[in-house]
């Protein structure tokens, strides 16, 4: 109660005036308030950065299909294959004279895209020939892969358009449009469910060439805008054309198989998450990069001694990181980061909160004008203060920086952090303390 009533005045006192930090000065409470109070800002903690790695991430239900493969000079090669089931429309009939024509599957554009879209993206489609869903698992991840046909039932190769309307529209082997159509044809009378159809066709994968593609692509996995297409007619008086849309379904089963090679960072190529790369191995960078679940781990070794100091409030602690020069224009929204408490054994074990109970995101500050100002800031205030409160800080204790859940399986955007203690742009963390006499 002692330090809250402290710290009441301390604030009043700064809402109604303009001073130094000497609060000798103050003309209220010098009861309360020893000369030997003091205010004081701190930044010259040692903070030490490096990359850690999870095991998988999930990657399924997210309502994006990532296929491509592209050369990325912070990584390597990075390949993403995706897995899908296509289901029975609400309501069809297929009439007596109808004539099978075509299938296709037709895909939409979310307006992702990473690497080169200039070039023409080979793809192919692929039926699986393992049962989906065999342990009736609630997640796929990024490291789940599905047995499929070696020999392709459909392919493409198209000039990726990520930012338009236009629909891909990849022309499948007649034969299996065929058997589609009599299922159709066969079952039009009957109550057939997806379950009949899904003994047909378990599934597709759809597959990118590794040694030609340059770009991964993302389109819609929702059952509005992705599609087998059959193509019919009816020959009466006059022929007239028919297209029969059959939907994705299980979308929350649909996910994307997702690799690398790191032939461009060769320091991950066996790296695990309980053993974190040192930035010293880097080029003295820290990497946060979606889709391939890395975080950067930071360690403040010199924390707790402050600590211990049982005269001491915490006013405010700030965490500023500096992302590469020349990479501003890239920077991912400050609303799709998280700050994650962490062991000895890298495991990020719960999402940092703020005193109001909300998972902290931190502040992107653009330095829009000379290019060089810019940064990250997370208020860790809250999560410092019970270390404050309590005198000690677990040394071993990390703080992990990566992607929200909702956002880390959505593309692979990146940050790459400058950690060289001798540069303007090092991390550093902030502290406002204010220290007083007991007595």
Excluded at 53 to 68: F, M, P, Q, W
Excluded at 373 to 383: E, G, V
Aim: charged letters at 20%; aromatic letters at 10%; a negative charge.
């Amino acid at each position: 109660m002692k330090f809250r009533i402290l710290l009441y005045f301390l604030l009043l006192y700064f809402a109604i005036s303009s001073c130094d930090n000497d609060v000798d000065t103050l003309p209220l409470g010098k009861e309360i308030l020893k000369p030997t109070t003091r205010l004081m800002t701190l930044d010259t903690f040692s903070v030490e950065m490096s990359t850690g790695a999870l095991d998988s991430i999930i990657t399924s239900g997210d309502n994006i299909l990532l296929v491509g493969a592209c050369t990325e000079p912070v990584t390597g090669k990075i390949i993403s294959k995706s897995y899908f089931q296509i289901g029975l429309p609400s309501s069809y009939s297929i009439l007596d004279n109808e004539i099978f024509d075509s299938l296709t599957l037709s895909l939409s554009y979310t307006g992702y895209s990473l690497g080169d879209t200039t070039s023409p993206q080979p793809l192919t489609v692929h039926k699986l020939t393992d049962e989906y869903n065999p342990d009736n698992r609630k997640d796929f991840f990024n490291t789940d892969s599905l047995n499929f046909d070696y020999s392709p039932v459909g392919s493409i190769t198209y000039l990726p358009r990520p930012g338009s309307d236009n629909k891909l529209e990849i022309k499948m082997d007649d034969l299996i449009g065929t058997d589609i159509f009599n299922f159709l044809k066969e079952n039009d009378a009957d109550l057939t469910t997806n379950n009949d159809f899904l003994n047909l066709i378990q599934g597709f994968a759809l597959v990118p060439d590794i040694s030609s593609g340059s770009a991964i692509v993302g389109f819609h996995a929702i059952d509005t805008n992705l599609f087998l297409k059959v193509y019919t007619h009816v020959t009466d008086l006059e022929e007239n054309s028919r297209i029969i849309k059959l939907p994705l379904t299980n979308k929350e089963k649909q996910f994307n198989q997702i690799s690398c090679d790191w032939r461009n960072n060769p320091a991950f190529i066996n790296h695990y998450h309980k053993n974190d790369v040192a930035s010293s191995l880097t080029g003295n960078k820290a990497y946060v990069i979606a889709g391939l679940g890395l975080f950067t781990k930071i360690l403040m070794p010199t924390l707790p001694r402050i600590l211990e100091f049982e005269n001491c409030t915490l006013i405010r602690a700030i965490l500023y990181f500096e992302p590469e020069k020349g990479s501003y224009g890239d920077l991912p929204d400050a609303s799709k980061l998280r700050l994650y408490r962490m062991n000895k054994h890298n495991d990020l074990e719960s999402l940092l909160i703020n005193d109001a109970g909300n998972e902290l995101s931190p502040t992107l500050n653009m330095d829009e004008f000379y290019d060089e100002d810019t940064y990250y800031s997370f208020d860790i205030t809250y999560y410092l203060s019970a270390g404050v409160t309590n005198h000690y800080l677990d040394p071993d204790q990390a703080i992990g920086i990566g992607f929200s859940s909702a956002s880390i399986a959505h593309s692979f955007e990146r940050i790459v952090l400058e950690c060289n203690r001798t540069n303007l742009n090092k991390p550093r963390l902030e502290l406002l303390l204010l220290y007083y006499d007991q007595n």
